[in-house]
């Protein structure tokens, strides 16, 4: 049966639908996966939807992967199917997850929930021509009614799924405003040198702005954090490197990669190092679980990035985020992590910003703590979203903040900062830690303390402190220009977008 899968990612790694075109294919399904990257505030244009049109002409069942800022462009696509055909269309997702009613005022059907056994039970039955409204994880919009399913249990074998489908000889990518069959030269162009993968599935901790706060309480009785083995992942990576022969770097992109236990981080290691030797980075890293053990095993398979949640050094923003560490938790980490600073090429901590709770004392409390810390280091800095089904995003709808979910949540990016003066002292200090220079606490002082700013003696500091740095920012404003002018040869808008949002 011939199955067309949508990702309107600006990010062609899109490991979820990657992964579902794999066990539909492991079935003998017929599966294309179409590539339309776009920023989620731009919308496709009339000649790319009817190339979409044309590529899915003989297909019987449609699927969309959809992130919540992804929802216009999703509406968008199907709007435009369903004036031509009447094939069924699926959205999948976390979006779809949490908002499935509204979903199905345009899908057929949305995929609640982790979707692998889902999605093939329902391309099985119809092929097979028999009944499938009662599948579990699936919601169906029969004429004006709703047919409700219970939610599917999460994955706990990860290791019957197979690998990624990086199998591009079925694969289209929106690239200069057309849509071109995928060759080793584009997806070379569009994923660059790094290939993405994820050990583990799943959060244990359930931060109250995060999407695992709301997955994690649709499943109150499973075991959240699941956990691939280590052959099955050594497994996957000897393949790529076959499959992709450009890849040079391998990230792991998953939320608890360092939740792992030294046995199993030491096992990963020594077939890593044996099977694998690519440079790796980390994005799982927690103040928590940060130990010199695990790194030093790390750093001697050739972990060379890692990056790492702070998100506040305030303690009252810290509860209302739960997030359970102490800033003194988080010192031993950085200072953890600092120690291999001649093999970590790269470390980054996120910080989360325009929290309408915090007050300019929170803001300061962590400007001054984030000077204390040892350069260097990058600062990931976000604007904080409400997303649906969220505790945060209730708070923000009983509270007020949130009077449109289209305009307040859907169209927000999350990296497009409120340009405040303490915002913009985020910026600076990133700047300056990115080189090893920081700024100290003193300095830091100065441009934060009240009496000071009420005399407006601040602006002086900051615009010496923003002129010294000036040669590095032209640097990194000429670096930025080179890969933007690649970006714009591909069609690709979206990391220029998100560039001009967070800098300018």
């Given at each position: 049966?011939?199955?067309?899968?949508?990702?309107?990612?600006?990010?062609?790694?899109?490991?979820?639908?990657?992964?579902?075109?794999?066990?539909?294919?492991?079935?003998?399904?017929?599966?294309?996966?179409?590539?339309?990257?776009?920023?989620?505030?731009?919308?496709?244009?009339?000649?790319?939807?009817?190339?979409?049109?044309?590529?899915?002409?003989?297909s019987y069942l449609i699927g969309i992967s959809l992130m919540t800022n992804f929802f216009d462009n999703a509406v968008q696509i199907t709007q435009k199917l369903k004036e031509n055909y009447d094939i069924p269309i699926l959205w999948g997702g976390i979006h779809p997850t949490i908002r499935p009613e509204e979903c199905l005022n345009y899908a057929d059907m949305v995929c609640i929930g982790e979707g692998e056994e889902t999605i093939v039970e329902l391309s099985n039955k119809m092929e097979d021509g028999q009944d499938y409204y009662d599948i579990r994880g699936i919601w169906f919009k029969d004429k004006d009614k709703i047919i409700t399913n219970p939610i599917r249990p999460?994955?706990?074998?990860?290791?019957?799924?197979?690998?990624?489908?990086?199998?591009?000889?079925?694969?289209?990518?929106?690239?200069?405003?057309?849509?071109?069959?995928?060759?080793?030269?584009?997806?070379?162009?569009?994923?660059?040198?790094?290939?993405?993968?994820?050990?583990?599935?799943?959060?244990?901790?359930?931060?109250?702005?995060?999407?695992?706060?709301?997955?994690?309480?649709?499943?109150?009785?499973?075991?959240?954090?699941?956990?691939?083995?280590?052959?099955?992942?050594?497994?996957?990576?000897?393949?790529?490197?076959?499959?992709?022969?450009?890849?040079?770097?391998?990230?792991?992109?998953?939320?608890?990669?360092?939740?792992?236990?030294?046995?199993?981080?030491?096992?990963?290691?020594?077939?890593?190092?044996?099977?694998?030797?690519?440079?790796?980075?980390?994005?799982?890293?927690?103040?928590?679980?940060?130990?010199?053990?695990?790194?030093?095993?790390?750093?001697?398979?050739?972990?060379?990035?890692?990056?790492?949640?702070?998100?506040?050094?305030?303690?009252?923003?810290?509860?209302?985020?739960?997030?359970?560490?102490?800033?003194?938790?988080?010192?031993?980490?950085?200072?953890?992590?600092?120690?291999?600073?001649?093999?970590?090429?790269?470390?980054?901590?996120?910080?989360?910003?325009?929290?309408?709770?915090?007050?300019?004392?929170?803001?300061?409390?962590?400007?001054?703590?984030?000077?204390?810390?040892?350069?260097?280091?990058?600062?990931?800095?976000?604007?904080?979203?409400?997303?649906?089904?969220?505790?945060?995003?209730?708070?923000?709808?009983?509270?007020?903040?949130?009077?449109?979910?289209?305009?307040?949540?859907?169209?927000?990016?999350?990296?497009?900062?409120?340009?405040?003066?303490?915002?913009?002292?985020?910026?600076?200090?990133?700047?300056?830690?990115?080189?090893?220079?920081?700024?100290?606490?003193?300095?830091?002082?100065?441009?934060?303390?009240?009496?000071?700013?009420?005399?407006?003696?601040?602006?002086?500091?900051?615009?010496?402190?923003?002129?010294?740095?000036?040669?590095?920012?032209?640097?990194?404003?000429?670096?930025?220009?080179?890969?933007?002018?690649?970006?714009?040869?591909?069609?690709?808008?979206?990391?220029?977008?998100?560039?001009?949002?967070?800098?300018?």
């Amino acid at each position: 049966m011939k199955i067309t899968l949508i990702s309107p990612y600006p990010d062609l790694q899109a490991f979820g639908i990657r992964t579902i075109s794999a066990c539909l294919k492991q079935e003998g399904h017929d599966v294309q996966l179409l590539f339309l990257p776009k920023h989620f505030t731009e919308r496709y244009k009339t000649k790319t939807l009817n190339e979409i049109v044309k590529l899915s002409k003989e297909s019987y069942l449609i699927g969309i992967s959809l992130m919540t800022n992804f929802f216009d462009n999703a509406v968008q696509i199907t709007q435009k199917l369903k004036e031509n055909y009447d094939i069924p269309i699926l959205w999948g997702g976390i979006h779809p997850t949490i908002r499935p009613e509204e979903c199905l005022n345009y899908a057929d059907m949305v995929c609640i929930g982790e979707g692998e056994e889902t999605i093939v039970e329902l391309s099985n039955k119809m092929e097979d021509g028999q009944d499938y409204y009662d599948i579990r994880g699936i919601w169906f919009k029969d004429k004006d009614k709703i047919i409700t399913n219970p939610i599917r249990p999460l994955t706990q074998s990860l290791d019957n799924i197979p690998f990624p489908d990086y199998d591009y000889g079925s694969h289209y990518i929106l690239n200069n405003e057309c849509i071109q069959k995928m060759d080793i030269k584009l997806l070379t162009r569009h994923i660059g040198r790094t290939y993405m993968t994820m050990p583990t599935r799943g959060c244990p901790f359930g931060c109250t702005y995060c999407c695992n706060n709301t997955i994690n309480k649709m499943h109150p009785n499973e075991k959240p954090l699941r956990k691939r083995s280590v052959n099955n992942i050594i497994k996957e990576l000897v393949k790529v490197k076959e499959l992709l022969p450009f890849i040079a770097c391998i990230k792991f992109d998953d939320d608890a990669f360092l939740s792992l236990s030294v046995e199993e981080i030491n096992e990963f290691c020594e077939k890593y190092k044996e099977n694998v030797r690519l440079p790796f980075n980390v994005t799982g890293a927690t103040p928590s679980t940060v130990t010199r053990e695990k790194l030093s095993l790390l750093v001697d398979a050739g972990l060379n990035s890692i990056r790492m949640g702070i998100q506040t050094g305030s303690e009252r923003t810290k509860k209302l985020y739960n997030r359970h560490y102490t800033n003194h938790q988080v010192e031993i980490a950085v200072k953890i992590i600092n120690e291999f600073k001649d093999r970590i090429k790269t470390v980054g901590y996120d910080i989360i910003l325009d929290n309408p709770w915090e007050t300019d004392d929170d803001l300061i409390k962590t400007l001054m703590f984030l000077s204390k810390l040892p350069t260097p280091y990058t600062l990931g800095i976000f604007s904080l979203n409400f997303y649906p089904g969220t505790e945060l995003y209730i708070k923000a709808k009983m509270d007020g903040i949130i009077t449109d979910d289209l305009k307040d949540v859907y169209r927000k990016h999350y990296h497009n900062c409120n340009r405040t003066y303490l915002n913009n002292l985020f910026l600076l200090l990133d700047n300056y830690a990115s080189i090893g220079v920081g700024i100290s606490p003193k300095i830091m002082f100065l441009l934060t303390n009240q009496k000071i700013r009420q005399l407006k003696l601040h602006w002086l500091l900051y615009i010496y402190l923003s002129i010294l740095v000036f040669p590095i920012n032209m640097k990194r404003f000429i670096s930025l220009v080179q890969e933007g002018l690649k970006d714009i040869q591909t069609g690709n808008w979206s990391r220029i977008h998100s560039y001009v949002r967070r800098y300018f």
